[in-house]
């Protein structure tokens, strides 16, 4: 027997892990999930992602009303749920933001690796727009060194910015996206930026000049111009008056928002976006389901991805988000409206929702229609400018946003009981018997519920004090800041809705008030403590709604039906989703490979018409551009589209009838407007 002592053996245990908070737990049993949900990422996913539609108005087109211009392609673009519009040649409108002032704006902290969790943006840095942009451009120019040059990023004192280095690869569009979702998806690197969104144009100024004829709701009105005939294309007066400047759109002819005389952030005024590389606007749709109009001033391109806006697509969106953040939703469930969650294309695919892409560059508008989700990100430091627009047809769309804020108890950005009714006080706006229809129908339902509930409640003994208080009578002309104000002073307890024909408090409280539906959560008093408000009486809005089924009717004898149908019922019509969407062939295969330009330049008074440097394939695509070969080619898919246009408007007549310091950074080749300017 050995004189070695033996090592006993130690006794073995059932293993139990370490506990871990509820939080952990969550995000450990997710993580499960989305692995089952996810086990096949193929290499080339994203070139299954179709290319949106993108459209070439004329100069004719760019001299009316933008809203009839998308009133004609929107029975086309509006089933991909976003579109491009490439303005014609000649368009150079000035920047007017003053790149050198000393305002700071704040920024957003995005954690690129983390984009998929639908964790709140932290606040970054306040930056002046001239520091935002060389820190931009110094993030990207060391993403390059790094992943193109197979360098380590330099110090200061290393090398100069400018400094000629060999390139092993171009650093382009379709490198960059698949890099980008190589992040998101796989966490592969850790990678934060900070994103300078939502920044107020009304304090830093909006890139285009304001109207001096009162088209934008902060701007002045010049009375020796007010009479004046309107201004030629690419005037100086034009990018101040026309209608494509995005200060001026929500108060176009036949925009309802006109009717909405109070600034809103985002709304009736611009907002600013100053990017970088990978910076991201999450998916999302718009307040109240508007239509959104983006404009990208000047930088690298942004990647928009869009799933058309019928019902079934956005609720397949919403099903995908779901079931990919589950637990997430259990404690947020309106997590969706907060925008700070992105995820791939491909899992939409994989979910049967179709999406759709589109490269935006330069001197480019993107239209995203009502209900339409939408998300992306840029390839570099740029400008953009953005703002919500609607037409008479978003009606519908506006109940049902409606009815999904009160479901989450999400405050409205303005009544639309107010702005239905408002719209009935404006008949004359009304140019179709389809649209009119359209609001004649809400006017009924809305109408038909709240006498149904107030005739409810007053039968259970909620007493009717309208006959002893002086209450203000609501005012249909307008939205004004006095309304809007009013208005907020009586959101219902339960669902934020505003209470805007009646609402029911009770003697328990001074301040609360519940609309109609909800007065049973509001407290647990007797119903002989509540009493009723009415603003609205059932004469008053019977005979709004006489009137305007009056009216309706007056446009049903007056029009030609059968082009009014037509023109209806295409919107709802199924769609071949293989089909190739118009110029969506050119407008991304064309661009996919020309280099990021972040040559130092600063962004001009007309920054389309600088000349910036261009690297490899840029230069091929500007001596492509400058080729009147090319011009003829660019001409003809023009004609063509130009053509299938005029077919559909023989079809539907009404629509066209009816019808819009120094190092600062970046300018990027685009094929744009004019051959010396074909450099969010």
């Known amino acids: ?171 382009t569009p379709e490198k960059l996206e698949q890099q980008y979702w190589d992040i998101v998806e796989t966490h592969n690197q850790e990678m934060v930026v900070e994103y300078g969104n939502d920044v107020d144009s009304d304090r830093f100024g909006s890139g285009f000049p304001l109207s001096d004829r009162g088209r934008s709701v902060n701007g002045e009105i010049d009375v020796d111009k007010i009479h004046l005939p309107e201004p030629k294309f690419g005037s100086d007066d034009y990018y101040k008056e026309t209608f494509w400047n995005l200060n001026n759109i929500p108060n176009a002819p036949d925009s309802i928002l006109r009717h909405i005389r109070v600034g809103i952030n985002g709304i009736n005024v611009p907002w600013l976006y100053f990017g970088c590389l990978f910076s991201t606007f999450c998916w999302h749709n718009e307040d109240n389901y508007m239509y959104s109009i983006n404009y990208a001033h000047w930088g690298a391109p942004k990647q928009w991805y869009g799933v058309p806006g019928t019902r079934k697509d956005a609720e397949g969106l919403e099903r995908v988000f779901k079931n990919y953040l589950s637990m997430k939703m259990r404690d947020v469930p309106d997590l969706l409206h907060h925008i700070t969650t992105m995820f791939s294309p491909r899992l939409l695919q994989q979910g049967g929702v179709p999406v759709y892409k589109i490269l935006q560059r330069a001197g480019e508008f993107v239209v995203t229609f009502p209900r339409a989700f939408h998300g992306g990100f840029s390839y570099g430091p740029n400008c953009g400018e953005a703002v919500n627009f609607a037409t008479h047809d978003w009606i519908s769309q506006g109940a049902d946003a409606n009815e999904r804020y009160r479901s989450f108890a999400r405050p409205s950005v303005f009544s639309h009981d107010r702005l239905t009714f408002t719209m009935a006080n404006h008949l004359k706006d009304q140019k179709r018997y389809s649209t009119c229809r359209l609001l004649l129908a809400e006017l009924q339902r809305v109408i038909e519920e709240e006498m149904k509930l107030r005739n409810k409640l007053l039968d259970a003994g909620v007493r009717d004090v309208s006959g002893d208080i002086s209450l203000p009578k609501n005012r249909l002309d307008q939205l004004d800041e006095e309304s809007a104000d009013y208005d907020d002073k009586r959101l219902c307890h339960a669902c934020k809705h505003v209470c805007f024909f009646s609402c029911v408090a009770c003697e328990c409280s001074q301040t609360k008030v519940s609309c109609l539906r909800h007065s049973h959560y509001m407290c647990r008093c007797p119903t002989e403590r509540k009493y009723i408000m009415i603003w609205s009486s059932e004469d008053e809005m019977n005979t709004t709604l006489r009137k305007v089924k009056s009216f309706a009717e007056e446009l049903k004898s007056s029009v030609d039906r059968a082009s009014d149908n037509l023109v209806t019922s295409s919107t709802g019509q199924e769609v071949d989703r293989n089909a190739p969407a118009p110029g969506a062939s050119d407008a991304w295969e064309a661009h996919k490979d020309v280099e990021i330009d972040l040559s130092l330049n600063l962004p001009g008074a007309y920054p389309l018409t600088g000349a910036p440097s261009v690297a490899k394939e840029g230069e091929r695509v500007i001596r492509a551009a400058q080729d009147p070969s090319e011009e003829v080619m660019r001409d003809s898919k023009r004609i063509k589209l130009e053509s299938h246009e005029n077919h559909l408007a023989k079809k539907a007549t009404t629509i066209a009838d009816a019808s819009s310091d120094g190092d600062v950074v970046v300018l990027v080749e685009t094929q744009n407007v004019s051959t010396v300017g074909n450099n969010k």
């Not at 090592?7 to 737990?25: G, V």
């Not at 499960?32 to 179709?50: G, K, Q």
């Not at 004719?60 to 519009?85: M, Q, S, T």
Request: glycine residues 6%.
């Open 1 to 171: 027997m050995s004189s070695r002592q033996r090592r006993r053996r130690k006794p073995t245990h059932a293993y139990h892990a370490t506990p871990h908070s509820n939080e952990e737990e969550r995000a450990f049993q997710q993580a499960i999930a989305n692995s089952r949900l996810d086990r096949f990422r193929p290499r080339d996913h994203l070139c299954t992602v179709a290319s949106g539609p993108t459209f070439y108005p004329t100069v004719e087109d760019f001299e009316g009303n933008p809203l009839h211009y998308i009133e004609k392609i929107r029975p086309i673009a509006e089933k991909f749920g976003i579109c491009k519009i490439v303005p014609p040649k000649g368009w150079n409108p000035p920047f007017s933001v003053d790149m050198n002032q000393t305002k700071k704006f704040q920024t957003k902290e995005q954690l690129i690796h983390r984009l998929q969790e639908g964790i709140a943006f932290g606040d970054g840095i306040d930056y002046c727009a001239s520091d935002y942009l060389k820190m931009a451009r110094k993030r990207a120019l060391d993403w390059r060194r790094r992943c193109y040059y197979g360098e380590e990023t330099s110090n200061d004192g290393d090398k100069k910015d400018d400094e000629p280095l060999p390139p092993r690869e171009t650093m």
